[in-house]
């Protein structure tokens, strides 16, 4: 991977992380558009969204620490576990669990099988169609999340651990999943961020393995690049998503995927892509 390669995937990474279009998708049809046929692999896919979920981080960090804080008081018994800061601590580690599990269990399949861009096309139309009936409920909902409950917890995460499929997009199927349990746009956007904190982190981190050894031809220095890069394009979305969201619906986006995966789908059945 060249550098100019690492640059653009690392804006497309960062644009498309936090919006319900499926990054692992567009960085996958990107490599294989622009750049010579060459999918960039799911360990680069996998570090680069350290940058972002960097973002979410500073982005949300006095959250973060207050949970944190909370949480860890809960484990000594300074803080009641009932606290709606230490509760939120255990549903991210409960709803993380089952990305965690899935991603373990189905790592060969998703750095092969799933990255078939027929699965991309079927899955940027099929989560299209979740989101619009999700989104349609969205304007009745009235859940916010200090009302999450335990059960919701390990929905939230079943609906994240989807996205292991390139296409399915991690913040539009957990956002999808909390509209139909009732929560309001805001609240199922903001919990889809810190859902993914440990997800993210845990799959970036373990794939680093993987950069520039004999199961990925890229290279550390591109890679680092598209990762900063990634970071601070994401850290200008999520400020632009949150304000967005909270006047807009996500109709904009079911027609944005149907649209990309068309397209996808003509240049497959044409030869320009090779799936």
Known sequence: MGWFEAIVLGIVQGLTEFLPISSSAHVSIAGQLFFQGRDP????????????ETAVLVYFWHDIVRIIKAWLGSLTGRVER??????????????????VLLGLLLEDAITTTFRSLWFT???????AVVLYLADRLADRNTRELDQLTWKHGVLFGLAQACALIPGVSRSGMTISGGLFMGYTRVA???????????????SGLYKLKDIGSGTDHTAWGPTIVATIIAFFVGYAVIAWLIKFISTHNFRGFVYYRLGIAAVVAGLLLAGVLQA
């Open 121 to 127: 096309v079927a899955t940027l139309a099929g989560i």
């Open 41 to 52: 692999g799911a360990a680069f896919t996998a570090v680069t969204q350290l940058g972002t």
């Open 82 to 99: 009932g606290d709606p800061d230490a509760r939120m601590g255990w549903l991210v580690i409960i709803g993380s669990m089952p990305i």
């Open 188 to 202: 199922a956007t903001r919990y889809s961020f810190l859902l993914a904190i440990p997800a993210v982190f845990g």
